[in-house]
């Protein structure tokens, strides 16, 4: 057998009939012309006895082996046993849909965990709450190769046959981290769309060289920190990157001369001054290195525009959809780079006040 083999995982989400798990794998058999290697089943606590008697009965095996000789396959082809049928819940906290919807994710997380697996969910009109949060969770969890559906009947010939209707999928935009309880993720999530119009205060906290926003702690290292301090001292303005960046050099003695004949030469030196004077208040114990920093960030190769790309991401990964506010916007054409967070919500430990330049005109 090829390592490369895709593992076809059947989950079934069957509500009170057993039924209705040989009904989605005959559907999804006949649909796919193709068998299915692993059966699991997602299961109240309190259906779950009930339904493994069924599933787990002779009489059923019967049935399941017959169906599989129909199609030319053997029994033993698929995976399926009382480990494949999931309870959902506990004894105390059976009616709890939060603790069902965290076992419904750890489960459908590690069978999605798997790159051989191609998972498929069939859930029966009457699964309720299962159905509903298995759906969830393949889309948080899920890969563009997995499936969901619905398990419907359609009548031919006074007969009720089993049809699939496939419900069209929204994968999650951010990886889910393992582990990560339901009620977490929900909270994190509605915190992070309320930040879109109601943005917490955006803390810089020198100490800890760390972005604090509401619970959430973005470390940085320790120049990406120094120039989103820089940044958060100039809001609502720019860094007047333009003007900046090449009208400078270092001379051998580590000192920093502006171009003598630029007309916003002063706006420059002033911009210099205020640079330096942060540099040497977050790190008092290095103040010779700034020149070095700031000829590499803004000099005629200058290395800005990366740090600032670097920035956003690590904003997008920590605060999701919830980054927007919070993100630094500008570039090359513009004048320069800025905060989008209002200053009224910006936070400075130590605080330290803004640049006493006279702001560009072409800002």
């Given at each position: 057998?090829?390592?490369?083999r ?6 079934a989400?069957?509500g009170?009939?057993?039924a209705?798990?040989?009904?989605a ?24 006895e009930?339904l ?8 059923f ?7 599989y ?5 053997g029994?033993s082809d ?15 906290r059976t009616?709890?849909a939060?603790s ?6 750890e489960t459908?997380?590690?069978l ?15 699964a ?11 889309q ?6 997995d499936?969901?559906?619905m398990?419907?009947y359609?009548s ?8 699939l209707?496939?419900?069209p999928?929204v994968?999650a ?6 582990g990560q309880?339901?009620q977490?993720?929900a ?13 917490g ?5 020198a100490r800890?060289?760390?972005?604090l ?16 301090f820089c940044?958060a001292?100039f ?7 333009r003007?900046l960046?090449g ?9 920093i ?11 420059i ?14 790190f008092?114990e ?12 803004c000099g ?14 690590h904003l ?9 506010p919070?993100?630094i916007a500008g570039?090359?054409g513009?004048?320069?780079?800025r ?16 640049p ?5 005109r072409?800002e």
């Amino acid at each position: 057998m090829s390592e490369s083999r895709v593992f076809r995982v059947l989950v079934a989400a069957p509500g009170s009939s057993p039924a209705a798990v040989i009904d989605a794998l005959a559907a999804l058999v006949t649909q796919d012309h193709q068998p299915v290697d692993e059966l699991h089943v997602l299961a109240s606590y309190a259906m779950v006895e009930q339904l493994s008697a069924k599933l787990l009965s002779p009489g059923f095996t019967s049935a399941l082996t017959g169906h599989y000789q129909r199609l030319g396959m053997g029994r033993s082809d698929i995976l399926f046993g009382r480990r494949t049928i999931h309870g959902l819940g506990g004894p105390e906290r059976t009616h709890n849909a939060m603790s069902q919807a965290n076992d419904i994710l750890e489960t459908i997380q590690a069978l999605c965990r798997d790159d051989r697996n191609e998972v498929t969910i069939v859930a029966a009109l009457d699964a309720g709450s299962a159905g509903v949060l298995a759906y969830s969770a393949l889309q948080l969890v899920g890969r563009p190769s997995d499936r969901f559906f619905m398990l419907e009947y359609v009548s031919r010939r006074r007969a009720q046959r089993p049809l699939l209707v496939e419900l069209p999928m929204v994968l999650a935009e951010r990886a889910l981290s393992t582990g990560q309880r339901y009620q977490d993720l929900a909270a994190s999530r509605q915190l992070a769309r309320r930040r879109l119009t109601e943005p917490g205060v955006f803390r810089l906290n020198a100490r800890r060289r760390a972005v604090l926003i509401d619970d959430l702690e973005v470390s940085l290292p320790r120049l990406q920190f120094f120039w989103m301090f820089c940044l958060a001292t100039f809001a609502p303005r720019h860094i007047p990157f333009r003007i900046l960046s090449g009208h400078f050099d270092v001379d051998t003695h580590g000192r920093i001369v502006v171009s003598p004949h630029h007309p916003q030469r002063e706006e420059i030196e002033g911009t210099i001054a205020h640079l330096r004077r942060i540099f040497v208040t977050l790190f008092p114990e290095t103040p010779d290195e700034f020149a070095m920093v700031l000829r590499r960030a803004c000099g005629t190769a200058p290395g800005l525009p990366s740090t600032i790309a670097k920035l956003n991401a690590h904003l997008k990964r920590s605060l999701g959809i919830g980054a927007g506010p919070y993100l630094i916007a500008g570039g090359r054409g513009v004048p320069g780079y800025r905060l989008v967070v209002p200053p009224q919500r910006i936070k400075l430990e130590p605080m330290v006040a803004g640049p006493e330049v006279t702001p560009s005109r072409t800002e």
